[in-house]
């Protein structure tokens, strides 16, 4: 069925976006887009520009200087894909006009105005999800029934880690410009480098507690941190268990590995290694997974596809979907809120339970 698409921010995931729904929606599918800014690189799958060609011609593409002209077009979906301060500010226009929300994460910068947003979402009866896509990686999906099934046994503490080179992520734009590398625009390493929060999320649940250390300790020209330390308290199983996060923006090459230790073997979960091996209480390798063929778009287009399944009624999703709903990104933005605290204040910061 026909279906009217509005991606709004045109950057890198906002045309990763175009490119998938492409994709699963085929050439005649009904995209336009928005985006204040002229003269746009195109992007390729591996981030480079390609040269000689305009977003307009190559998808054949409707681009729109402001929300307000793009919502006048009555779009049923909205991709909310510009920086995270415009996030909040941008969904609720979105929602206000009908429109199902795919936000970007992180769902924004700050709580102002997500319980509002959340609200909007279900009393109108709309879809909304924040992009997690790590969720619809092979080797964490199997963490995280490992976890579930108390595979390792009594579970001691978690150890995951997340560094990468920032200004190696977009290479066709100066990084000092970028959302991650700005304050104004919602930027930090904590807050641009969520994912590792969502998923420790998603296997244990919002901890009780946290304390950061860190800063802006590199040579990087920006103004938020770039390494920070998290330690946090989670309840697992009825007992407390430490989990410790460790991201920055500097390492070459690039690091992201979780492991989780038992009383009955351990789990180690190496994203650039592509494998996952479990093993068990006499340290004997008793599981592995080799995910080397798996492509990284592969995470994005299974968001993607199970996002539409959500708003097309012909299309019901699946049980068990590991997209992320809005109480959910809520929860890892308190997180991450609370970590940027801790290393503001030095002090140990509590979460309530509840939220919205």
């Known amino acids: 069925m026909d279906m009217k698409i509005l991606i709004a921010g045109l950057g890198g995931i906002g045309q990763r976006h175009l490119r998938n729904l492409r994709t699963l929606l085929g050439p005649d599918a009904q995209i336009r887009a928005v985006d204040m800014r002229k003269d746009i690189p195109v992007l390729t799958d591996q981030l480079t520009v390609e040269p000689g060609s305009t977003l307009e011609s190559k998808y054949d593409l409707h681009i729109y200087p402001d929300l307000e002209q793009g919502l006048g077009w009555g779009p049923e979906v909205t991709f909310v894909c510009n920086p995270s301060s415009f996030h909040i500010s941008t969904a609720l226009q979105a929602a206000r006009a009908g429109s199902h929300l795919f936000i970007e994460k992180p769902l924004s910068h700050s709580l102002d105005r997500v319980e509002e947003l959340i609200h909007l979402v279900e009393s109108r009866d709309l879809h909304a999800v924040v992009g997690y896509q790590m969720r619809f990686h092979p080797g964490l999906q199997l963490l995280h ?47 641009s480098q969520i994912h590792e929060m969502d998923y420790l999320y998603w296997l244990f649940g919002l901890p009780h507690s946290l304390y950061t250390l860190g800063g802006q300790l590199s040579r990087l020209e920006l103004d938020v941190e770039d390494v920070a330390e998290m330690l946090m308290q989670v309840e697992h199983s009825g007992r407390v268990i430490p989990v410790s996060l460790h991201v920055d923006y500097l390492q ?59 708003v097309r009624p012909a299309d019901p999703p699946g049980t068990g979907s590991p997209l992320v709903s809005l109480r959910d990104a809520a929860q890892s933005l308190r997180m991450a809120l609370a970590a940027k605290e801790s290393l503001a204040s030095a002090k140990v910061i509590t979460l309530e339970r509840e939220f919205g």
């Open 252 to 310: 070459r090459p690039p690091s992201r590995n979780c492991a989780v230790i038992g009383d009955a073997g351990k789990i180690l979960l190496d994203f650039p290694g592509q494998s996952l091996t479990r093993y068990d209480e006499q340290g004997k390798r008793a599981e592995f997974l080799d995910f080397k063929d798996f492509q990284r778009n592969q995470m994005f287009l299974g968001e993607s596809e199970a996002f539409l399944a959500l």
């Open 145 to 191: 029934r490992l976890v579930v099934a108390g595979t390792v046994g009594r579970i001691l503490s978690v150890r995951a880690e997340i560094g990468e080179y920032l200004p190696g992520w977009h290479t066709y734009e100066d990084y000092r410009q970028m959302y991650a590398s700005r304050q104004d625009l919602g930027g930090g390493v904590i807050l």
